[in-house]
């Protein structure tokens, strides 16, 4: 299963408006200009109820305490489902000092992501060299693909240059792979990863007025989203530490940039999820659904594809149906959403 068949069905599924429930209370109208963030008075605003698993798909994202996935995201380490590995044979140990004054001033080999790592000689584990450690081989790796594509002749033999300076600064005997054969592992990889990629988005566009970007954060903050490091952009962070965000809500980047943001007019904002970087068992597509459907509510918006269709329950059913198979493609691969490895594939 393909992206391109997740667009398809983002794109077929609209016809009927969502059915929602009234929710208690409104948000007055300003007929001159965005609506504005509200402020309490008194009372509480009654916020739209979100149904099915939701509220614990939901609370999982925001709680690190709520699962028992790991919290720690590990380091970035070469696998050779994604790598091209070079070998550093050594003659005697060589200090972790020596080896990281000898590495190149770049991580990279053209667009692709370069890195070394040293054979401990006390624990007998491979790591990033360390200070203080001592080491008693090396190796050396080039990614086979990524979103920029399949690893090409000039970017290795760019690797195969640094390899060979590296080798030759700490006196090591470097082992290449031949690169036609490494070239053509980037190529099917490429080619798969091309096929099983996803980032799926829906559309928030206000029913009647537009909104001010007060209003946007106040109603994301109720369900859990803070401001992201690029302007216009909200996320819902991830309980994994180090992990990109479970979903992100973005907008308009002028708009938040006005010299007054609070004067912009907003009425399209963008809620999406990148399907490889998140590990199901975190629930993403469920938080999309559930996120989607209650800002829908509280913001006044329809929910649509990129076509301005609507989008029901029924539509996020198929692609939901769509995203296990993409998921279990993925498994076979041993590229697991949100793995290590698939995180670096998709990047």
């Given amino acids: 299963m393909s992206s391109m068949t997740l667009m ?14 009234a929710a208690q209370g409104a948000w007055a109208l300003r007929k001159a200009g965005p609506k504005r963030a509200m402020l309490a008075r008194g009372s509480q605003q009654v916020e739209p109820v979100m149904t099915s698993a939701a509220p614990a798909a939901m609370a999982a994202a ?15 380490k070469l696998d050779p489902l994604i790598d091209a590995i070079a070998t550093l044979r050594l003659d005697s140990l060589v200090s972790a000092e020596f080896a990281l004054h000898h590495l190149p001033p770049t991580r990279r080999a053209g667009s692709k992501a370069y890195l070394v790592e040293g054979l401990n000689a006390d624990s007998g584990e491979w790591e990033t060299p360390v200070a203080g450690a001592q080491y008693s081989e090396f190796q050396a790796g080039v990614q086979l693909a990524s979103r920029n594509g399949a690893l090409n002749e000039i970017e290795y033999s760019e690797f195969v240059q640094k390899v060979q300076d590296f080798a030759d600064g700490v006196g090591a005997l470097a082992e290449i792979p031949d690169m036609l054969e490494v070239v053509a592992r980037g190529r099917e990889l490429d080619t798969f990863a091309g096929g099983h990629d996803a980032q799926l988005a829906v559309h928030l566009r206000a029913r009647s007025a537009t909104w001010s970007i007060a209003y946007i954060h106040q109603h994301a903050a109720r369900h859990g989203f803070v401001p992201g490091a690029v302007p216009g952009r909200l996320v819902l962070p991830s309980p994994e530490e180090g992990a990109p965000p479970l979903l992100t809500l973005s907008f308009d980047a002028r708009a938040a940039l006005a010299d007054d943001p609070n004067q912009s007019a907003v009425s399209d904002v963008t809620l999406s999820f990148d399907v490889a970087q998140t590990a199901s068992a975190r629930q993403p597509f469920v938080a999309w659904q559930a996120s989607a459907q209650a800002l829908s509510l509280g913001m006044e918006a329809a929910v649509v594809d990129d076509n301005g269709r609507p989008l029901t329950d029924a539509g996020f059913a198929v692609i939901g ?18 793995s290590a490895a698939a995180r670096r594939l998709f990047n």
């Fill in 8 to 21: 398809m069905a983002l794109a077929v599924v609209g016809g009927v408006v969502l059915v929602v429930l």
């Fill in 62 to 76: 925001r709680d690190p305490l709520s699962t028992r996935a790991p919290t720690h995201r590990s380091s970035v």
């Fill in 321 to 338: 149906s769509e995203l296990v198979q993409l998921y279990a493609a993925l498994e076979a691969r041993d590229l697991a959403a949100g």
